[in-house]
């Protein structure tokens, strides 16, 4: 009977697999914690792209994608196993390197998109064994980085143009049959390899899943692999790519999509960082990724230091990349900037590691990162550019200064003093660094920076009346607003969260203290408009039109010159009539039932390019080639039913339509089945 019992409660635990994507936001600030405080990585590219270095036949300009880009067959590719003897590879230079550059993690591809092993799998012959070379690398820098204290990450492509079950097939593989491939199979073989690099070698700080973006990926997939690899490691980060709800190179997880741990922008920064989200910016320090030896086009040490400050500065990581050569070593150019880098980090590495974001909106002269010290704060300030009159003005702060000195030397306190709401900080002539020199500025309390508040304008029309949030996070100040353009002064309105508009306004509005301003004015204009009439019409049905197109588009078409090669109705707007997976078209055609006068937002996330018509008038525009973008635009609509065209088309890659509507009274949604009607 115990058995009995025993093997039951063994079933109900095993079926009851764990959901790591839910945990509580202390769990997971413990388990990213030093990712967040390392904030900057080494990205290491390496395969057997590395041998022909970016070169095949008269073209110079392949990396890492070099069998798609030059479209080498699969037989010729491999060939490249028996060539990879990367002869001076030694891990513990590797990671030494990377140390003394002040970088805290490695990220290294255990496998590209070309399918090839850096590692020895049993599940495959595609693999760092059957070179020449055949020693398993990952398992030689794994035990280096255990060494000098460095952790270890993978990079894993979740696409495989190699493996007989991976689908899809390149478009111009037509020798490559895909009869009998089994994409589940694939899944398993992904799995089961991911089992191998997350039990041979140790503890793994990172998964970078990349590849995601081929219709044969979904969330659901993404959120089994999420689970699976935190069953195996359940304190290991995972990167969003292991969803499919990425927006393209910028990085940020869709609304509503799976986003794993965080956002990786590529080979480009955000503006204002990725607001609410963990996030790393991974990038080249040439154009390649893998060993190209005619790029030498380097960014210079200070394009790459003045980067990583500006990353820190927004909250996030740096991910610099470095593409060895077939024989297992550095590019030279890539040795140089690390060395350099090194130096910088040496003195100043304080103000990269364990910071947060800055509080300014915008310093003229560089950037600021900023530690809280208990009660009080700690900022550093990044200086690219050297005050000429020895006087460094910190805008906008109301904090009572401690105490301040440059990092290359805190024994010399530097002079400070107040004018109005800045502080001044008396610096030597010369700048100590050319590149960054960093002053720290120590004061009392948390920050109190002159940012203005921030007035909510979304949606900047209406139709009777409007509430308008007007917000700011800092304490002890109240808000004040004028409807007139004029600038908000204590006599002004005290703004309660929000206001409410019940005609066109030039909203202006500034935070103040005990009867003074301690901000700037922000503004922002909402304009009162009329609502479109709807239609009388009749014989109308729950549904939509759709008539579905084929050809070879850079942009929409004009549908109504082309005959449809099918159409019909559907419940809702959907790609699911179509025949063809690349090069088609859609317009949805009918009416959306509209609940209430007032200003409506529409959305559509397309790739590629969408518009949505109300009646004649074109309210998003969200035409080209491109991923997944979303786009917005605003109407005036009464109650009642109006016409609605949707038009899409799709070129190559990826495909999505999703249309979303929203109000000043309804929260953002998608079109539901409800809203649409079409005439019988
Ligand atoms: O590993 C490096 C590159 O090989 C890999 N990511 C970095 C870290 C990389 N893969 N693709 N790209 C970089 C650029 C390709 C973008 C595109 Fe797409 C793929 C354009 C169309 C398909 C992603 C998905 C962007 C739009 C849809």
């Known amino acids: ?247 393209d190179m910028e990085g940020s997880t869709k609304e509503g999509e799976f986003g794993g741990d965080f956002g990786t922008p590529e080979q480009q920064i955000p503006a204002t960082g990725l607001p609410g989200v963990d996030w790393e910016t991974c990038m080249t320090m040439n154009d390649h990724w893998g060993y190209n030896k005619n790029d030498k086009n380097w960014k210079s040490t200070k394009e790459i230091l003045q980067m990583l400050a500006d990353i820190a500065s927004k909250g996030g990581n740096y991910l610099l990349n470095i593409g060895p050569t077939s024989e297992g070593v550095f590019p030279q150019e890539s040795i140089d900037r690390l060395k350099a880098i090194g130096e910088w980090m040496k003195v100043n590495g304080e103000s990269i590691y364990g910071t947060q974001a800055s509080p300014f909106l915008k310093l003229d002269w560089g950037r600021c990162t900023k530690k809280s010290l208990g009660k009080n704060t700690r900022l550093y300030l990044h200086v690219f550019n050297w005050p000429n009159d020895g006087k460094l003005i910190v805008p906008g702060i109301f904090n009572k200064v401690k105490k301040s000195y440059l990092l290359s030397n805190p024994k010399k306190k530097l002079l400070t003093e107040r004018k109005e709401d800045a502080v001044v900080i008396s610096v030597p002539a010369q700048a100590p660094d050319i590149i960054n020199s960093v002053i720290v500025l120590d004061v009392t309390g948390k920050e109190d920076i002159n940012n203005p508040p921030v007035i909510d304008n979304s949606l900047d029309q209406f139709i009777d009346k409007i509430n308008v949030p007007i917000k700011t996070d800092r304490k002890n100040v109240v808000i004040r607003y004028t409807l007139d353009g004029s600038t908000p002064t204590i006599k002004s309105q005290i703004v309660k969260s929000s206001i409410q508009l019940t005609d066109c306004a030039l909203v202006s509005a500034r935070c103040f203290r005990n009867g003074v301003p301690v901000s700037g004015t922000v503004q922002a204009t909402f304009t009162k408009v009329f609502p479109i009439k709807s239609e009388k019409v009749e014989n109308l049905s729950n549904g939509i039109k759709y008539f579905y197109y084929e050809g070879n588009w850079d942009s929409l078409p004009d549908f109504s010159s082309l005959t449809p090669k099918k159409e019909g109705t559907l419940s809702n707007y959907s790609l699911s009539q179509k025949v063809e997976n690349e090069y088609f078209g859609f317009e949805f055609v009918g009416y959306i039932k509209i609940p209430e006068d007032e200003v409506y937002a529409f959305y559509t996330d397309s790739d590629d390019g969408s518009k949505l018509f109300i009646g004649d008038q074109l309210v998003v525009d969200n035409n080209g080639l491109h991923g997944v973008v979303q786009k917005k635009g605003l109407i005036p609509l009464a109650t009642g039913y109006h016409p609605i065209r949707i038009s899409y088309f799709n070129k190559t890659g990826g495909l999505e339509l999703k249309v979303f509507i929203e109000s000043n009274s309804m929260k953002k949604q998608l079109i539901t089945d409800e809203m649409l009607f079409y005439v019988k």
């Open 1 to 247: 009977m115990k058995k009995v019992l025993f093997f039951l409660l063994f079933i109900v635990i095993t079926l009851h697999a764990q959901d790591f994507t839910k945990e509580t936001k202390q769990q997971r600030d413990t388990r990213i914690k030093w990712w967040r405080d390392a904030r900057f990585g080494l990205f290491i590219h390496w395969g057997l792209y590395a041998i022909p270095a970016g070169e095949w036949k008269d073209k110079t300009d392949y990396g890492e994608w070099i069998r798609t880009s030059a479209q080498i067959p699969l037989e010729e590719y491999d060939k490249f196993v028996n060539q990879f003897n990367p002869v001076k590879f030694n891990a513990e230079d590797w990671v030494k390197m990377a140390k003394d550059a002040g970088m805290k993690y490695i990220v290294i591809t255990s496998k590209h998109h070309d399918g090839f092993n850096l590692f020895d799998s049993k599940e495959t012959n595609f693999d760092v064994m059957s070179t020449p070379f055949h020693r398993d690398i990952l398992k030689e820098l794994s035990d280096a980085c255990r060494k000098y204290g460095m952790k270890m990450c993978w990079y894993h492509s979740i696409m495989d143009w190699h493996h007989p079950d991976y689908l899809p097939r390149r478009e111009w593989e037509k020798t490559r049959s895909s009869e009998g491939a089994d994409y589940n199979r694939y899944f398993q073989y992904l799995k089961a390899e991911l089992k191998e690099l997350l039990t041979n070698y140790g503890e793994i700080g990172v998964l970078w899943f990349d590849g995601e973006w081929e219709n044969t990926w979904n969330t659901k997939y993404g959120i089994e692999l999420y689970n699976y690899v935190r069953s195996l490691q359940p304190n290991i980060i995972i990167n969003n790519r292991v969803g499919a709800g990425r927006n």
